[in-house]
């Protein structure tokens, strides 16, 4: 069985300032991963996503990610936040031999203070 | 643009009254999911349909059933609401199995009273 603990459930940060936002997942097999935000009252958008190749990845807006196969990580890392990156954000993995069914971390609530 | 759509956006039932909520996608895409999302928590899956195939998750309860009358269309039904199943319902779809990246609607908002 898959899961994924993303160890900080809300994460306070001043704009302009670096922020990680943390996440670890267990698995017996391979896994693909993903990063989503989700802002009030909204579904779901994907931020970046780790299939294969290069371990780190990034997003349009600033956000990267890095798979850690030896630490079982997947961190999400931006160098400086705006005010409109206060959101949740979900860490999740999916098994790549079924459904695509998505395992998701507890959520990590992201507060930019100006 | 291509998307998912969730209609309707909020939702209000009685306890007790079925209520169904809908999905459509025009993204073509084979498997549709439902998740349910309880405030402050991670999205958990009810069930999926790869193309017409059905697929119930062990621990969804029988309240919740779902239909899929053709690709773009998708349902779910929850015969007899209880305050417990107050939530944000996600409906998502990806393209094939082996194509694993998930587009997730914006969510229905289902308040029980």
């Not at chain 1, 990267?64 to 961190?75: D, P, V």
């Not at chain 2, 393209?95 to 587009?103: K, N, T």
Request: charged letters at 15%; proline letters at 6%; glycine letters at 6%.
């Amino acid at each position: 069985a898959q899961s994924v603990t993303q160890l900080d459930s809300q994460v306070p940060v001043f704009e302009e300032a670096p922020v990680e936002l943390r996440c670890n997942y267990s698995s017996s097999v391979s896994v693909y991963l993903f990063w989503y935000v989700q802002y009030p009252n909204q579904g779901l958008q994907l931020l970046l996503k780790y299939l294969s190749g290069s371990t780190l990845v990034e997003s349009i807006n600033g956000f990267e990610a890095e798979f850690n196969k030896s630490q079982t990580s997947f961190h999400l890392r931006k160098p400086s936040v705006h005010i409109s990156d206060t959101a949740e954000y979900f860490c999740a993995v999916s098994d790549p031999g079924g459904y695509n069914k998505l395992i998701f971390g507890a959520g990590t609530r992201l507060a930019v203070h100006p | 643009d291509a998307m998912v759509i969730q209609n309707p956006r909020y939702q209000v039932t009685q306890f007790g009254k079925p209520v169904t909520l809908s999905c459509s996608q025009t993204l073509n895409h084979n498997v549709m999911y439902w998740y349910q999302q309880k405030s402050s928590q991670a999205p958990k899956l009810l069930f999926h349909y790869y193309d017409k195939d059905f697929n119930n998750e062990a621990d969804t309860p029988d309240n919740f059933q779902s239909r899929r009358p053709n690709t773009s269309f998708c349902f779910l039904d929850i015969r007899s609401p209880g305050l417990g199943d107050a939530a944000m319902y996600l409906c998502a779809t990806s393209r094939d199995h082996g194509q694993p990246e998930a587009f997730f609607g914006q969510g229905t908002r289902l308040t029980v009273v």
